[in-house]
């Protein structure tokens, strides 16, 4: 909606009734990543093997969706000279996203739409690093064995959390429980054992969840119910799509999203209602996901035993010091 009317229409929106669910979807994600990264640490031969992995998930499909908006978008519909288009500051900062330092806009590129982000959802990806680092530090002291005192970290951060907020307001407010939703998934993973998956339980969560986006004060609490609610829908295994079957599209539709909406918004009049932009984005966004799975993620991630090849030098050379 944000690329179609802007962002006082969605907050109109979202911040009454039935919209309030819109904001579920982004603690539902941190959520499910903390429960499945979780899983990734504990399986993991070292910190060093897991950081790996996450650079490789992450920075190689990031920096082909900065080269791609910086080089190909950005220069067709830029309204700048081209000369004045490359020499400009703005377009230079723009290349920082490739390192997680996110930038969102390019010169002269959508100043006619509703939104001037070239790519408004990157806003995330500084928190999403955020949590590894969180749970790398956790891994590094052993918590990650540890369920009872990974549950004491995870109400340590709620108490950090709740102070920031009160001692520095809303500015902190959404990216603090995007990092509490990833921990209670990390702790929900720790204690799957113990927590049964049940219908009504999750419809409750899902009611506390929404209750508790009434209020700043209460949106602290969402963590918990929205990772119940996570869990218990990630759990049931519906059937695939064959499509869904060739690969994992979800980091491309992240990426591609927005500043294909945007596109469509600059160059389509009939983008402005949101039921065309989604009509004319999807597809498109299909498109660039399957190229960016196939073509980047998919190559990277087959490389990935160089980590377990390095990894085992080091552990080799260790022991030698040690010997």
């Known amino acids: ?52 992995l996450r650079v490789f998930r992450i920075f190689p499909a990031l920096a082909m969706d900065t080269l791609v908006c910086a080089l190909l978008l ?11 288009y490359f020499s400009n500051s703005t377009f230079h900062q723009y290349f920082q996203n490739i390192l997680g330092i996110i930038h ?54 709620f108490a950090y959390s709740e102070w920031q907020i009160l001692s520095r307001g809303d500015e902190a407010y959404t990216g603090r429980i995007l990092l509490l939703s990833f921990c209670a998934g990390v702790a929900f993973y720790q204690f799957r054992d113990y927590i049964r998956l049940n219908l009504l339980v999750a419809i409750l969560a899902l009611a506390i969840s929404l209750l508790c986006l009434t209020s700043p004060q209460g949106g602290y609490l969402l963590a918990v119910p929205v990772t119940y609610l996570t869990v218990y829908l990630g759990l049931r295994n519906p059937p695939k799509s064959h499509l869904l079957e060739t690969g994992d599209y979800s ?48 190559r990277v991630l087959k490389h990935k035993t ?13 022991q030698q010091l040690k010997g």
């Not at 539902?28 to 910190?47: N, Q």
């Not at 160059?267 to 799975?293: D, Q, Y």
Request: glycine residues 8%; neutral net charge.
């Open 104 to 157: 969102f806009e390019l010169p002269g590129v959508f100043e006619t739409n509703p939104s001037h982000k070239v790519n408004g959802q990157l806003w995330t990806i500084p928190v999403e690093l955020e949590c590894y680092i969180t749970l790398t530090v956790l891994g590094i002291l052993g918590l990650h064995r540890r369920r009872f005192m990974m549950l004491a970290a995870f109400l340590a951060l």
């Open 1 to 52: 909606m944000i690329t179609s009317y802007g962002s006082s229409f969605q907050e109109d929106v979202t911040h009454h009734g039935a919209g309030r669910a819109w904001y579920l979807i982004l603690p539902m994600f941190f959520a499910l990543s903390g429960f499945l990264v979780a899983g990734s640490l504990e399986r993991s031969k070292s910190i060093g093997v897991f950081l790996g």
């Open 74 to 84: 950005g220069p067709m519909l830029t309204t700048l000279p081209l000369g004045e």
């Open 306 to 318: 160089i980590l377990f090849t390095a990894d085992k030098w080091y552990q080799n050379k260790v």
């Open 251 to 298: 980091y491309g539709l992240f990426l591609y999203g927005y500043p294909i909406q945007q596109t469509m918004v600059f160059l389509f009049p009939f983008a402005h209602t949101w039921w065309g932009n989604l009509v004319l984005s999807i597809p498109m966004a299909l498109l660039f996901a399957v190229a960016s799975w196939h073509l980047v993620e998919k």
